[in-house]
Nanobody, 117 residues
């Protein structure tokens, strides 16, 4: 079993910054992709950014240039540095880990990010 614990959400003003963290525990296979997704009220969950165990990244167009995803494999932790935040970034942010070989993925409980104008 895998557990994901997120932290770092909160309330921030437009143009501000936040850093999300997600620590994984349990049986973590070395080949994996960790990432962040978000869901705003009334909308579907969408990809924000993902990073493979090798460091390859992928970002949603809406966050390119503003958000940076990184990971510490030794700590089994993924981070999301969010800069120049906009009201449309307001959502619950969910951490995710995928094991492509096993075709399994797991979700964190979510952390609220609110950007006020």
């Amino acid at each position: 079993q895998v557990q994901l614990v997120e932290s770092g959400g909160g309330l921030v003003q437009v143009g501000g910054s936040l850093r999300l963290s997600c620590a994984a525990s349990g049986t973590i296979f070395s080949i994996n992709t960790m990432g962040w997704y978000r869901q705003a009220p009334g909308k579907q969950r969408e990809l924000v950014a993902v990073i493979t165990n090798g460091g390859t990244t992928n970002y949603a167009d809406s966050v390119k240039g503003r958000f940076t995803i990184s990971r510490d494999n030794a700590k089994k932790t993924v981070y999301l540095q969010m800069n120049s935040l906009k009201p449309e970034d307001t959502a619950v942010y969910y951490c995710n880990i995928k094991f492509p070989v096993l075709e399994r993925n797991y979700w964190g409980q979510g952390t609220q990010v609110t950007v006020s104008s």
